[in-house]
Protein backbone atom coordinates (compact mmCIF):
# COMPACT_ATOMS: atom_id res chain seq x y z
CA UNK A 1 0.00 0.00 0.00
CA UNK A 2 1.31 3.37 -0.69
CA UNK A 3 2.02 6.31 1.35
CA UNK A 4 -0.89 8.30 -0.22
CA UNK A 5 -3.68 5.36 0.32
CA UNK A 6 -2.63 5.45 3.62
CA UNK A 7 -2.54 8.68 4.69
CA UNK A 8 -6.72 8.83 2.93
CA UNK A 9 -7.67 5.95 5.31
CA UNK A 10 -6.09 8.09 8.36
CA UNK A 11 -8.35 11.19 7.21
CA UNK A 12 -11.08 8.78 6.59
CA UNK A 13 -10.76 7.56 10.20
CA UNK A 14 -10.17 10.88 11.76
CA UNK A 15 -13.44 12.45 10.12
CA UNK A 16 -15.69 8.94 11.13
CA UNK A 17 -13.78 9.19 14.85
CA UNK A 18 -15.08 12.89 14.74
CA UNK A 19 -18.72 11.88 13.76
CA UNK A 20 -18.62 9.39 16.33
CA UNK A 21 -17.61 12.03 19.08
CA UNK A 22 -20.07 14.48 18.01
CA UNK A 23 -22.63 11.72 18.64
CA UNK A 24 -21.54 10.85 21.54
CA UNK A 25 -21.21 14.24 23.03
CA UNK A 26 -25.32 14.88 22.03
CA UNK A 27 -26.07 12.48 23.72
CA UNK A 28 -28.22 12.59 26.91
CA UNK A 29 -27.63 9.81 29.66
CA UNK A 30 -29.08 9.80 32.69
CA UNK A 31 -28.72 8.61 36.42
CA UNK A 32 -31.35 7.65 38.62
CA UNK A 33 -31.05 6.94 42.38
CA UNK A 34 -33.94 6.80 44.92
CA UNK A 35 -35.43 10.39 44.43
CA UNK A 36 -33.11 12.08 41.60
CA UNK A 37 -32.88 11.73 38.25
CA UNK A 38 -29.81 13.66 36.78
CA UNK A 39 -29.70 14.44 32.53
CA UNK A 40 -25.92 15.13 31.43
CA UNK A 41 -24.50 14.65 27.50
CA UNK A 42 -21.62 12.91 26.37
CA UNK A 43 -19.40 15.89 27.34
CA UNK A 44 -20.42 15.46 31.06
CA UNK A 45 -22.25 18.76 30.87
CA UNK A 46 -25.29 18.15 33.47
CA UNK A 47 -28.66 19.65 31.96
CA UNK A 48 -30.80 18.93 34.58
CA UNK A 49 -31.24 17.36 38.39
CA UNK A 50 -34.66 16.42 39.39
CA UNK A 51 -35.96 15.84 43.09
CA UNK A 52 -39.33 13.76 43.40
CA UNK A 53 -41.18 16.62 44.65
CA UNK A 54 -43.82 14.23 46.17
CA UNK A 55 -40.87 13.31 48.81
CA UNK A 56 -41.46 15.72 52.04
CA UNK A 57 -37.69 16.73 52.79
CA UNK A 58 -36.44 18.02 56.31
CA UNK A 59 -32.98 19.16 57.34
CA UNK A 60 -31.94 15.89 58.27
CA UNK A 61 -33.20 14.59 54.60
CA UNK A 62 -30.30 17.08 53.14
CA UNK A 63 -26.83 15.19 53.75
CA UNK A 64 -28.55 11.76 52.37
CA UNK A 65 -29.86 13.87 49.45
CA UNK A 66 -26.68 15.08 48.73
CA UNK A 67 -25.52 11.49 48.40
CA UNK A 68 -28.20 10.57 46.36
CA UNK A 69 -27.30 13.44 43.22
CA UNK A 70 -23.89 12.34 43.87
CA UNK A 71 -24.72 8.66 43.00
CA UNK A 72 -26.61 9.73 40.37
CA UNK A 73 -24.12 11.94 38.79
CA UNK A 74 -22.07 9.30 38.78
CA UNK A 75 -24.42 6.70 37.21
CA UNK A 76 -24.54 9.12 34.79
CA UNK A 77 -21.00 9.91 33.70
CA UNK A 78 -20.64 6.39 33.91
CA UNK A 79 -22.88 5.39 31.11
CA UNK A 80 -20.96 8.27 29.06
CA UNK A 81 -17.68 6.77 29.73
CA UNK A 82 -19.43 3.06 28.56
CA UNK A 83 -20.72 4.75 25.65
CA UNK A 84 -17.48 6.16 24.67
CA UNK A 85 -15.80 2.82 25.25
CA UNK A 86 -17.74 0.48 23.10
CA UNK A 87 -18.55 3.49 20.09
CA UNK A 88 -14.42 4.56 20.26
CA UNK A 89 -12.44 1.62 21.18
CA UNK A 90 -12.75 -0.14 17.58
CA UNK A 91 -10.26 3.03 17.00
CA UNK A 92 -8.03 2.23 19.51
CA UNK A 93 -6.56 -1.07 17.42
CA UNK A 94 -4.76 1.29 14.73
CA UNK A 95 -1.23 0.65 14.97
CA UNK A 96 0.11 4.37 15.46
CA UNK A 97 -2.73 5.96 16.09
CA UNK A 98 -2.95 6.61 19.88
Same mark, same amino acid.
Given at each position: ? #? &?? +????? +?? #????????? =????????? *????????????????????? &? !? =? #?? !????DD?? $?? *??? &???? &?????? =?? !? /??? /???????? #?? $????
Open positions: M #N &IQ +ALMKQ +AQ #NMQKEMMKV =KEEIDRTMF *EGTNTFVRVTIDGTKKVHKVQ &I !D =K #NV !DLTTIE $PL *EDM &IMLA &INEAMK =KV !D /EMT /EQKMGKFS #NV $PGLF
